[in-house]
């Protein structure tokens, strides 16, 4: 078995003890891996930024459990906040370098963050969690065009939404004025 495959196996199993007795959170970080992994393989990242991206899916929500535990509450900014500690200390016990380290942290305590997204790994993370969030959500169809049109800017996760979710991308003809 070779390095990535342990490193991210290790992860996973960690998280799913993380999350024990929460199936719900559990579920979400699998489905966001799933949807980040494949978004990254079509996008043809390289190894490193694969790793990088389906670690950064594995532990994003890291930091919803010491959000509710201080808080009671764990909204985005709060995940953010709690999150970067939470998943180095994983990541470390798992064997991921120091500088996969920081670029995971920085993942997690961004992935609110829809502005200024300064990496394909941070789009990919953000375009994937949405996916799951908004069926999750039961989001509305002019949520999820909106949503597309404002986030979404692979090709791989725009077609992934589009036909996901069923939404219409074309922009009705203005009448002829005669």
């Known amino acids: 078995m070779d390095n990535k495959i ?33 978004i990254a393989q079509n996008e043809n990242l390289a190894d490193e930024q694969l790793l ?14 010491p959000a ?19 998943a180095e200390t994983i990541l470390q016990a798992c064997g991921f370098s120091e500088q996969q380290i920081k670029r995971i942290s920085y993942l997690v305590g961004h992935h609110h963050t829809y502005t200024g997204i300064d990496g394909i790994d941070y789009q990919i993370l953000v375009e994937a969690d949405f ?35 069923g939404i219409d991308i074309t922009v009705p003809k203005s009448p002829k004025i005669i």
Do not use: W
Request: hydrophobic share 35%.
């Open 52 to 65: 990088i991206v389906e670690a950064a899916a594995y532990v994003h929500d890291i930091g919803i459990k």
């Open 6 to 38: 342990k490193l991210l196996d290790c992860l996973y199993k960690d998280m799913i003890a993380y999350f024990a007795g929460d199936p719900k959170r559990i579920q979400h970080f699998i489905k966001v891996h799933s949807f980040a992994k494949l």
């Open 68 to 86: 509710e535990q201080k808080h009671g509450k764990c909204n985005g900014k709060l995940q953010e906040q709690y999150g970067p500690p939470e």
């Open 131 to 165: 996916l799951v969030n908004l069926y999750e959500d039961n989001c509305k169809k002019e949520t999820i065009q909106h949503t597309y049109q404002k986030i979404f800017k692979t090709k791989t996760g725009r077609s992934i939404c589009r036909t996901m979710f």
